[in-house]
């Protein structure tokens, strides 16, 4: 699967927007956007994805580059239960099995 | 809302004794996964299954390491010969589709400690 890089850590108040950067400039054509999240001594929870629009859903929005080589997962209003490592990740379209490759993500810190 | 279910939360084990992990994925799921997480370290891939048979294991993934569906709704994990660099958090996964598009349901994960 093709790389991502995030930064390390990133912090917010809460109530206020977070938008997470990912760079992924050698992504494929046929590579989907992930973003799963994982709470503290949990197991990863799924965000958000797509391919080439803009996406957004109850917890987040997707907001991909017009050359897809970097993402930026938004937030709207963080919360403390949002405090998490965030990860973005590229599963192959053309991979049946799609499986998933963490890296390290970005650790989201919350403060009241 | 429905969720994968794993059991035990945590298993403390001797080395070189058998462990067995379980796993209920989402009823309706079809392609199900292993994970684990050594403490601090990244989410890694084990293995992934699908139509009662391995779609693709990592290196991790052993001949100590084996994988089985036995009853339509249990998924498990068995680790034969534990070893001290076992102990990690093991996670579930299933998803309802294969391929890129689909997301995957994990469970809150497994913790074996190998002494």
């Known amino acids: 699967d093709a790389k991502t890089t995030q930064p390390n850590s990133m912090e917010s108040n809460e109530e206020e927007p977070v938008h997470l950067p990912c760079n992924h400039s050698t992504i494929s054509g046929t590579d989907y956007i992930h973003w799963y999240r994982q709470l503290p001594s949990q197991g990863p929870e799924y965000v958000i994805h797509g391919l080439t629009s803009n996406v957004n859903n109850r917890m987040a929005s997707l907001a991909i580059a017009e050359d897809r080589k970097s993402s930026t997962l938004i937030l709207h209003r963080a919360t403390l239960r949002d405090a998490a490592v965030y990860y973005c990740?590229?599963?192959?379209?053309?991979?049946?099995?799609?499986?998933?490759?963490f890296g390290a993500g970005t650790q989201v810190v919350v403060t009241p | 809302e429905p969720e994968v279910t794993q059991t035990p939360s945590h298993q403390v084990t001797q080395m070189g004794q058998e462990v067995i992990l379980r796993c209920v994925p989402i009823s309706n799921h079809l392609y199900f996964y292993w994970y684990r997480q050594i403490l601090g370290q990244k989410v890694e891939f084990l293995v992934s299954?699908?139509?009662?048979?391995?779609?693709?294991k990592s290196e991790i993934f052993d001949d100590q390491f084996s994988v089985e569906r036995p009853d339509g709704s249990n998924f498990t994990l068995k680790i034969r010969s534990t070893k001290l660099e076992d102990s990690a958090m093991y996670f579930c996964?299933?998803?309802?589709?294969?391929?890129?598009?689909?997301?995957?349901?994990f469970g809150e994960g497994s913790r074996l400690t190998v002494l």
């Open positions: 299954f699908y139509n009662n048979e391995i779609s693709e």
């Open positions: 990740i590229l599963r192959d379209g053309a991979d049946s099995w799609g499986k998933l490759q």
């Open positions: 996964a299933s998803s309802v589709r294969g391929g890129a598009a689909g997301e995957l349901f």
